[in-house]
């Protein structure tokens, strides 16, 4: 859960890297502290809550809160009885994300499918997504929680879609030389946009465990970790060229793997932690390997901005 928290925050460590030169001392330390307090422990600890409560409503938001510390066998059954109804809305959201950047968004081509796949292909994103969508509720037609769950998912990905494409254009004025917006402005963008991809690895952390703590832990940690990467190296890590397909790939897989066990098929429970570590570790590695072959030094000190 970590590798994949801070590989597929990496979008949001530059971004917030790239806005935080732009403000003064004071409002950078402002929002490295209360960024902490809402994407770590608000919306890593409320969200997962949300997701299993909604899931299991009968247990209501404190039987939902109880259950992160007291090991209920009564709570326990409901929660594996309902576990297709997380894991299939996860997997949508997930697999909608890769779909989004293997069609939509430019990128270095490593893996085979971002080789197929070319830049006037995008259109067939739409499309494939509302075959997808209608597939899922045919195939789940047997429970309405499952279909309901499907549609969520797919909500939200265009929710969350709709509000990062005005963001790209928000950016784009925050780093033009005539921006007049106060810090307080981009400070309230930030964590806007924090939260956003806070969903993300909240969403994602359920193709690995569905224990509360554990996710609130992992996530927390990656989150911590992504932070300082802001502060100290994200323009190192920028420079690894296939990273991010490794990262776009393993969330693809994951959202598969989500929606197969919502369907009761069984996924082995290391498979998820193996294909994450594998698909980034081996990008990491190519990446490292071209860096040194093109004779770039990672050791360089990234400039301090002023």
């Known amino acids: 859960m970590i590798v994949f928290e801070v590989v597929s925050s990496v979008d949001n460590a530059i971004i917030n890297a790239h806005v935080l030169k732009t403000m003064s001392v004071r409002w950078r330390k402002i929002f490295l502290f209360w960024g902490i307090i809402t994407a770590v422990f608000l919306v ?36 594996r009885a309902r576990e297709g109804i997380i894991l299939i809305g996860a997997g949508v959201f997930l697999f909608l994300i890769y779909l989004h950047w293997l069609f939509l968004e430019k990128k270095d081509s490593y893996f085979m499918p971002d080789k197929l796949v070319k830049p006037h292909y995008g259109v067939w994103f739409f499309a494939i997504a509302a075959m997808l969508l209608v597939a899922l509720l045919y195939l789940a037609k047997f429970s309405p929680f499952l279909m309901l769950s499907a549609a969520v998912g797919y909500a939200i990905f265009f929710i969350m879609y709709g509000f990062r494409e005005q963001a790209a254009q928000q950016e784009a004025k925050m780093l033009g030389q005539d921006s007049h917006l106060s810090d307080f402005s981009k400070l309230m963008y930030l964590e806007v946009l924090d939260t956003s991809f806070s969903v993300d690895g909240v969403l994602g952390a359920f193709a690995f465990t569905t224990l509360i703590p554990l996710i609130f832990i992992g996530n927390g940690i990656g989150a911590l970790v992504v932070r300082e990467l802001t502060i100290r190296g994200i323009d190192k890590v920028a420079r690894y060229k296939w990273l991010k397909n490794g990262a776009m790939t393993s969330i693809g897989i994951l959202g598969i793997f989500l929606i197969l066990k919502s369907f009761g098929v069984y996924i082995p429970e290391y498979l998820p932690t193996f294909t994450t570590i594998s698909l980034v570790g081996l990008t990491f590695f190519k990446s490292h390997q071209l860096l040194r072959k093109n004779g770039v030094s990672l050791k360089e000190k990234t400039p301090k901005s002023h």
């Open 44 to 79: 890593r600890g409320l969200l997962p809550l949300v997701v299993v409560w909604l899931s299991v409503p009968e247990i209501g938001f404190w039987g939902a809160f109880r259950s992160m510390f007291e090991r209920s066998p009564e709570i326990a059954e409901l929660l």
